[in-house]
């Protein structure tokens, strides 16, 4: 049986009993046959298929979970999407960054939002010293490309040189209007661990 005829097959009620005929219409009847799977089974399937797909879109969605661990137990960190909802009855996104608890189950480390993360290492990055660590090959062609766009927008030729400024510059740009991927392509770039304890990095 392929994946699908499975998936198939374990999303359908009839084979545990009751079916709902025709579908969509509420009238519920018990079949007369023998359930092939019992209700507990199937439900507990249901619930198993809704977990691998939540923790599948944690993986694609988040953008600083890989490189972030916790500071004080040393477990990963797991990220949680909330929606708020708006007075016009929009959603307003949410990530929230925390530990998985996986090493230390009564850790207290906290969660912190993805506002305010980016906050922090947006700081981070000024405290660092780019002379220091080695800006791989593929930031440094950024920034010339980002260099190029500003001396196209402002129309001042300056030297283009690569300093200090414009690493920053870019690395703070990137974290706050980079999609995911950027983001965490940069963070690999930068070759650093995000610590993550008491709400601060
Ligand atoms: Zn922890």
């Known amino acids: 049986m392929d994946k699908q005829t499975n998936n198939r097959l374990l999303e359908n009620t009839f084979y545990y009993g009751p079916f709902e005929y025709p579908k969509g219409s509420g009238n519920w009847y018990q079949g007369k046959h023998e359930s092939i799977i019992t209700k507990e089974l199937f439900d507990a399937v249901q619930q198993q298929m809704k977990n691998s797909q939540l923790v599948r879109r944690e993986n694609i969605e988040f953008a600083f979970t890989k490189i972030t661990k916790c500071g004080l137990c040393g477990s990963g960190i797991s990220a949680t999407e ?39 290492l947006q700081k981070l990055v000024d405290s660092l010293n780019f002379k ?7 930031i440094r062609s950024e920034i010339k490309r980002f260099k190029k766009f500003q001396v196209l927008a402002t129309g001042k030729n300056d030297s283009i040189d690569l300093i200090d400024v414009d690493t920053r510059n870019y690395i703070k740009f990137l974290l706050k209007e980079g999609d995911d991927q950027e983001k965490r392509d940069l963070l690999t770039c930068l070759d650093c661990e995000i610590k993550l304890k008491n709400k601060k990095i």
């Open 132 to 138: 220091k660590i080695s800006v791989q090959d593929k």
């Open 82 to 120: 909330k929606f708020k909802k708006l007075k016009d009855g929009s959603y307003n996104r949410h990530v929230y960054y925390g530990c998985t608890k996986a090493r230390d189950k009564n850790c207290k480390s906290g969660y912190i939002s993805e506002e305010e993360l980016i906050k922090q």
